[in-house]
């Protein structure tokens, strides 16, 4: 194997040019494999100011901002928004939309907004970043919230509204690659692309843009290069916030069920009723399932709580195997533990749980 460091980029349908601190090299090839990944978006009239940063420029502060704005509410921000606070600096987070996370169901959310408001030093819901001043003392930042406008000093900036695939980047059309309009890479169930011997996946294939999921086209398409039967065939891709507390889900949410007329039925199990919830003093949580009437099989599931991207791994597996309620709540899970949540959850659908009281359903 061979690494070569640099900006690589297509100058045919069998060559890539790598420029990088020795000078340019041409690398003729076969096979080849996208994994170009994607950037965070920036937003345009910003100041070109050090102190204005993107969630990689948040991994790599030397020191801890005292006064710190994140622009957006999405996942990444409020990760960020989590370690920042936790380190002690007074985080204020803006966000566009009405609700942080926006198409998380609310019932998750709603924990983590608790929380957040607790410890944050302000969070603004539907506000707009309208201007920045950089200046000596600070970065003078101005809101748009509800036909009002509000000025406040931070010391630091982090831009966290989103990303944007590197399809654009890579002279994709020199090698006829197709590139759709927002810089995705349509790929096949084999990840291969419009070219048969050039494959792509990660965040330049579409969302959503994980890590496990990138891992997993990667797998497939090395497989496919290789003369292996193989195809990706996933069922579901699971999310996780990695927040305080953290946010999981994988399959259908009841924000997408909704939206789409999709039937289901619910059950939840409250953590306030889990021994070992109580026991961390962390009560907030809530596991989540949803079910299709009549086969009573797993469609969906929500965690929100300590280690809730751990416990989502019993759901994934589950819907993957087509899993009806009884299937999760028959089998004996560790006590007292929050991974039997899931269990007390799918024992509620089925009338069965001992651990809450619940009306009988008529």
């Known amino acids: 194997m061979t690494v070569i460091n640099g900006h690589g980029s297509f100058t045919a ?3 890539v040019c790598v420029t990088g601190e020795n000078g340019k090299t041409d690398i003729a090839f076969e096979q080849a494999i996208i994994a170009a990944g ?9 100041p070109d100011d050090p102190r204005i940063i993107d969630s990689t420029g948040a991994l790599a502060l030397e020191k801890i901002p005292g006064r710190l704005l994140i622009i957006g509410g999405g996942i990444i921000g409020l990760e960020m928004a989590t370690v920042y606070q936790a380190l002690g600096s007074l985080v204020t987070i803006a966000e566009m939309a009405d609700q942080l996370m926006p198409g998380v169901d609310t019932d998750l959310l ?21 201007h920045i001043n950089a200046a000596d003392a600070g970065l003078d930042v101005t809101f748009e919230r509800e036909g009002t406008t509000l000025t406040e000093q931070f010391d630091q900036v982090l831009v966290a509204v989103g990303r944007q695939p590197n399809g654009r980047l890579i002279g994709a059309e020199n090698a006829g690659i197709t590139v759709d309009g927002s810089g995705f890479i349509p790929v096949d ?16 294939v579409g969302p959503p843009m994980l890590a496990h999921k990138a891992t997993h086209e990667g797998k497939v398409a090395a497989e496919v290069a290789a003369g292996l039967p193989s195809a990706f065939d996933a069922r579901s891709i699971p999310s996780v916030a990695y927040t305080d507390p953290e946010i999981a889900w994988v399959g259908l949410s009841e924000t997408d069920a909704n939206s789409q007329g999709i039937e289901y039925e619910k059950s939840i199990f409250p953590w306030a009723a889990s021994g070992r919830a109580l026991g961390l003093a962390r009560t907030e949580g809530l596991t989540k399932l949803l079910f299709e009437p009549g086969t009573r ?17 019993e759901a994934c597996l ?18 007292p ?26």
């Open 38 to 46: 994607s950037e965070p978006i920036r937003l345009p009239d910003l």
């Open 110 to 130: 709603r924990p983590l907004n608790r929380r957040l408001k607790r410890r944050c030093q302000n969070l603004l819901l539907n506000t707009r970043v309208s």
């Open 318 to 335: 589950a819907i993957e195997m087509q899993c009806e309620a009884q299937d999760i709540g028959l089998p004996i899970h560790p006590h």
């Open 189 to 204: 169930r084999k990840q291969k692309t419009n070219i048969d011997h050039i494959f792509a996946c990660g965040d330049i």
């Open 337 to 362: 533990t929050l991974s039997e949540t899931l269990a007390l959850a799918a024992e509620a659908f089925d009338g069965t749980i001992t651990d809450l009281y619940l009306p009988r359903k008529n």
């Open 13 to 15: 349908a069998n060559h």
């Open 297 to 313: 099989r797993l469609l969906g599931a929500g965690i929100v709580g300590v280690n809730a991207g751990d416990l989502i791994a």
